[in-house]
């Protein structure tokens, strides 16, 4: 299928308001059928296609390399293959100003704030080098923690993808590419909020960094994983292909491993998401070793199966 008269490539690394009545009228004017009768269920899940991670500084407050032109080849994926696309779920990070791995938490010996971008360790929270402002004896357990289990130390960022901003907002090109799929096809899209509870991370649209059973979100979302197992095929696209689609892919292969009929219907689109600088090896190795459990890495122009 061709694309709709709306759509303009040029536009996609740009924030405007979207139309999304004519986009939707325009889906519901292809006359597709309803995805109530696809006999081959194909879902597209896009991860934190936002804003904040897609447009350029200063639109956009973390800006992933490639990532307008990663947003492009994904709307024109769902154009083309509009009338084979299911459903579509679209993950969206959103935070407040008070989180573990925001400045606004920490301070050092002066009381001054953390810089965006400073490493914290569990060692230097132990020595008082940073002390939390909230929340203390879970800070402190919370960076032990994330070194034991996660395996990393805690990153402080900029505010980013802040509620009720236009960061947080999905990309508007995208917005309109979704509605005219519900047009299209009378699909309901899903939106899975994440990244809310202040006392943890969520770089996986399933589950925290560090597990905060005190919130009802702070554990695994086992239903929402279930939700996915029930499509014949999965493609994943989204931002950043090094942090948020990774770990959300582990979290996938982790909860799946003794189901090697689900891995398999999972399908990365790799030119529909890139790394943040610096992490690209370790990145490629890692999916690397997913493609040898049975996701397969394919395409934006590869047929759809």
Known sequence: ?????????????????????????????ARQTSASSDQ??????????QNDFILPAPLGRLPVPNAVQDAQRTIEWLYR???????????LDTHTPFQIFYPT??????????????VISAEEVAKGVWTPTLDETWSVQYVEELEKVGKKQLMIWPFHCMEG??????????????????GARTAQPVYLTKGTIP????YSVVEPEVKYPQHPD??????????????????????????CVLATLHSVLRYFADQPQVIAKLRFLEDCASSISGFEQSTEDQLGAMAA??????KSTDPLG
Do not use: C, K
């Open 293 to 298: 459990q049975g996701m397969r890495l394919v």
């Open 81 to 91: 293959n509009v009338h084979s696309v299911t459903q579509i779920a679209a993950s």
């Open 105 to 118: 938490w920490w301070r050092n010996a002066q009381g001054e704030p953390p810089a965006p971008y400073t």
């Open 218 to 243: 702070g554990g695994l979302n086992t239903r929402f994983l279930e939700f996915i197992a029930g499509f014949d095929l999965i493609y994943v696209a989204g931002e950043a292909r090094s942090h």
């Open 1 to 29: 299928m061709s694309a709709p008269s709306f759509y303009d490539p040029a536009q996609v690394g740009r924030i405007y308001e979207p139309d999304l009545q004519r986009a939707y009228a325009e889906g519901a004017a």
């Open 199 to 202: 006392q943890t991370e969520f």
């Open 40 to 49: 081959q269920r194909v879902l597209l899940w896009l991860i934190d296609m």
């Open 165 to 182: 901003t236009n960061g947080r907002a999905l990309l508007p090109a995208l917005a309109e590419a979704i509605l005219y799929h519900s």
